[in-house]
């Protein structure tokens, strides 16, 4: 049984547009435990979690080693539109849209990122309106805290990666 681990990123591009990202590790649930041990050494000492934007260079390329010797696991949609302030239907078509790939792909188990209570709450009501609407019912969603389950970080980087090429970097994308 494959497992998704989701994360999101926005951005801004220009004065006119934006762009949302949603990523996703997909794992089979056997390799779960040994992913999250070879993530855990990489904390360092009073860190909760590894976040892209806090981490040095030569740090996020240990993080992308990491990651690489996983093995390929990793999704990325994006949705690019005039800028706002307010990205959550953004988001909610990166999920639909990912809700939607995982049902082919027989991936049931999404885990996502806690935001706020409200917006965990939203995020369970989307996937039940999309569910009324023929969403495969097997699609499950949770949440968790991002210093709680490491495997999250993988998303995280990996959306890191791709901001970090788009901004004249591709060294940590083209190792993934």
Avoid at 24 to 29: H, I, M, Q, Y
Avoid at 43 to 58: A, I, Y
Wanted: proline share 3%.
């Amino acid at each position: 049984m494959m497992r998704a681990f989701l994360d999101e990123s926005s951005r801004v591009l220009d004065d006119e547009f934006q762009e949302y990202l949603v990523g996703a590790a997909l794992l089979s649930s056997a390799d779960c435990a040994d992913a999250r041990e070879e993530l855990r050494p990489l904390l360092l000492p009073g860190q909760v979690k590894l976040h892209w934007t806090d981490e040095s260079r030569r740090r996020r390329s240990k993080i992308i080693d990491a990651i690489v010797s996983l093995g390929p696991m990793n999704v990325i949609i994006s949705h690019v539109s005039a800028r706002q302030r307010r990205t959550e239907r953004f988001r909610r078509k990166c999920l639909e849209t990912l809700y939607y790939e995982f049902a082919t792909m027989e991936v049931h188990h999404l885990l996502l990122e806690s935001r706020s209570v409200k917006q965990d709450k939203d995020d369970r009501a989307h996937i039940v309106a999309l569910q009324g609407q023929g969403l495969d019912r097997r699609i499950q969603i949770q949440h968790r805290r991002g210093g709680d389950e490491p495997l999250l970080w993988i998303a995280n980087a990996v959306l890191g990666a791709v901001s970090s090429a788009e901004r004249g970097e591709p060294a940590h994308l083209d190792a993934l």
